[in-house]
């Protein structure tokens, strides 16, 4: 799940500065050992209060998570110098990934992890069509250029779904039985 392998000499930029934000402490700690040269934040993109700061902003498979999408967007507008570009890679629709639906729900049952995902509730954000998407960035200023939806297979099956997250759930719980993320 982490892709924070980026740093700042494979991004050429020569000058300036590589920024990466996350709301989640242990994503960020995550980033620092995997990557050189950048900057980190641990903010949301609900919070981000920059203006004028940025010549791109490049989202991926996050935008999804955002609780509050139009506070987000709107706020990477602002974020943005003139002239500024946006990219954003996320899974579109609500049954993005039928397999990975089938391992969460199957998470939530299992015995090993349900009391821990008792009170789950689906936290993502989805459009239905490009139209959507391109109209919701057209609210806060963007000119979009580009949007797209494709269907990606996937050729895990539901039950390595479940493993993989069965194995992260794992991974992120203590002796104690706390989550940390």
């Not at 490049?58 to 990477?76: D, H, L, M, T, V």
């Not at 993005?96 to 009170?119: G, L, Q, S, W």
Request: charged share 35%; glycine share 4%; net charge negative.
């Amino acid at each position: 799940m982490w892709n924070w392998q980026l740093n700042k000499k494979d991004t050429k930029v020569d000058e300036g500065e590589v920024a990466g934000i996350d709301p989640s402490p242990g994503m960020i700690e995550e980033a620092k050992k995997r990557s050189e040269g950048i900057v980190f934040e641990v903010k949301s993109a609900e919070e981000l209060d920059y203006e004028n700061h940025f010549d791109v902003i490049f989202c991926n498979s996050a935008f999804q998570w955002f609780r509050e999408p139009e506070k987000a967007i709107e706020n990477c507008f602002r974020a943005l110098k003139s002239g500024g570009r946006i990219g954003i890679q996320a899974p579109a629709k609500k049954v993005y990934c039928p397999n990975f639906i089938e391992a969460i729900e199957r998470v939530k049952r299992d015995e090993r992890t349900r009391d821990i995902f008792k009170h789950f509730k689906s936290p993502w954000f989805f459009l239905e069509t490009a139209e959507e998407y391109r109209k919701l960035f057209e609210k806060f200023g963007f000119r979009v250029v580009f949007s797209k939806i494709e269907c990606v297979k996937t050729r895990h099956t539901p039950e390595e779904v479940f493993d993989n997250l069965l194995f992260r759930c794992n991974c992120w719980l203590p002796e104690s039985g706390v989550l940390h993320c």
